[in-house]
Protein backbone atom coordinates (compact mmCIF):
# COMPACT_ATOMS: atom_id res chain seq x y z
CA UNK A 1 0.00 0.00 0.00
CA UNK A 2 1.28 3.71 -0.95
CA UNK A 3 2.12 5.83 1.94
CA UNK A 4 -0.54 9.13 2.26
CA UNK A 5 -3.29 7.11 1.26
CA UNK A 6 -4.73 5.82 4.67
CA UNK A 7 -4.70 2.10 3.80
CA UNK A 8 -7.42 3.19 1.03
CA UNK A 9 -7.48 0.42 -1.59
CA UNK A 10 -8.46 2.11 -4.29
CA UNK A 11 -7.68 6.37 -5.01
CA UNK A 12 -7.20 8.55 -7.89
CA UNK A 13 -5.79 10.79 -10.00
CA UNK A 14 -7.12 13.36 -12.13
CA UNK A 15 -3.61 14.99 -14.20
CA UNK A 16 -3.79 15.11 -17.42
CA UNK A 17 -0.16 15.18 -18.18
CA UNK A 18 0.25 11.25 -18.15
CA UNK A 19 -1.67 10.99 -21.46
CA UNK A 20 -0.56 13.83 -23.65
CA UNK A 21 1.40 12.46 -26.12
CA UNK A 22 5.00 13.40 -26.27
CA UNK A 23 4.90 13.29 -22.24
CA UNK A 24 3.16 9.72 -22.54
CA UNK A 25 6.08 8.71 -24.92
CA UNK A 26 8.98 10.79 -23.68
CA UNK A 27 8.64 9.65 -20.03
CA UNK A 28 7.12 5.74 -20.66
CA UNK A 29 4.46 6.56 -18.11
CA UNK A 30 1.47 3.85 -20.36
CA UNK A 31 4.60 1.10 -19.77
CA UNK A 32 5.56 1.86 -16.28
CA UNK A 33 2.12 2.32 -14.75
CA UNK A 34 1.30 -1.21 -16.64
CA UNK A 35 4.80 -2.67 -15.04
CA UNK A 36 3.61 -1.35 -11.35
CA UNK A 37 0.53 -2.95 -11.51
CA UNK A 38 -0.52 -5.54 -14.43
CA UNK A 39 -3.94 -5.62 -12.92
CA UNK A 40 -4.29 -1.80 -12.83
CA UNK A 41 -8.12 0.08 -14.33
CA UNK A 42 -7.87 3.39 -16.20
CA UNK A 43 -11.16 5.63 -16.18
CA UNK A 44 -10.55 8.23 -18.74
CA UNK A 45 -13.43 10.98 -19.10
CA UNK A 46 -13.22 13.28 -22.48
CA UNK A 47 -15.47 15.83 -23.20
CA UNK A 48 -16.37 17.03 -26.58
CA UNK A 49 -12.93 18.10 -28.16
CA UNK A 50 -14.18 21.94 -29.29
CA UNK A 51 -15.51 22.27 -25.70
CA UNK A 52 -12.13 21.18 -24.07
CA UNK A 53 -10.59 23.88 -26.21
CA UNK A 54 -12.79 26.36 -25.43
CA UNK A 55 -12.33 25.84 -21.54
CA UNK A 56 -8.45 25.81 -22.07
CA UNK A 57 -8.64 29.00 -23.77
CA UNK A 58 -10.65 30.24 -20.74
CA UNK A 59 -8.31 29.06 -18.46
CA UNK A 60 -5.15 30.58 -20.04
CA UNK A 61 -6.94 34.48 -20.20
CA UNK A 62 -8.00 33.71 -16.74
CA UNK A 63 -4.60 33.37 -15.68
CA UNK A 64 -3.02 36.04 -17.65
CA UNK A 65 -0.96 33.62 -19.71
CA UNK A 66 -2.72 34.60 -23.21
CA UNK A 67 -0.73 35.55 -25.98
CA UNK A 68 -2.82 35.23 -28.85
CA UNK A 69 -0.04 36.05 -31.49
CA UNK A 70 1.89 33.43 -30.21
CA UNK A 71 -1.28 31.12 -29.16
CA UNK A 72 -2.84 31.14 -32.74
CA UNK A 73 0.66 30.41 -34.38
CA UNK A 74 0.14 27.15 -35.95
CA UNK A 75 2.82 25.42 -34.19
CA UNK A 76 1.20 26.42 -30.98
CA UNK A 77 -2.32 25.76 -31.64
CA UNK A 78 -1.52 22.43 -32.65
CA UNK A 79 0.86 22.11 -29.77
CA UNK A 80 -1.07 23.03 -26.95
CA UNK A 81 -4.86 22.64 -27.70
CA UNK A 82 -5.60 20.91 -31.00
CA UNK A 83 -3.57 17.98 -30.48
CA UNK A 84 -4.21 17.44 -27.00
CA UNK A 85 -8.24 17.43 -27.84
CA UNK A 86 -6.94 14.09 -30.32
CA UNK A 87 -7.79 11.74 -27.89
CA UNK A 88 -7.09 8.85 -29.85
CA UNK A 89 -3.76 10.03 -29.88
CA UNK A 90 -3.88 10.32 -26.03
CA UNK A 91 -4.72 6.80 -25.72
CA UNK A 92 -3.09 4.84 -28.36
CA UNK A 93 -0.07 4.14 -26.30
CA UNK A 94 -2.36 3.18 -23.57
CA UNK A 95 -3.68 0.82 -25.27
CA UNK A 96 -1.01 -1.25 -26.07
CA UNK A 97 -1.05 -2.16 -22.64
CA UNK A 98 -4.44 -1.79 -20.98
CA UNK A 99 -6.35 -3.64 -23.67
Given at each position: ????????F???????????????????????????????????????????????????????N??????????????????????????????????
Amino acid sequence: MLKGFNDQFYFGESSTAYTIGKNALQYEFPRKVFNYNQNIKILYIIINPLSRIVSSCKHLLKKGNMDWDVYLDYEQLWERDLYTSMYYFQLREWAKYLS
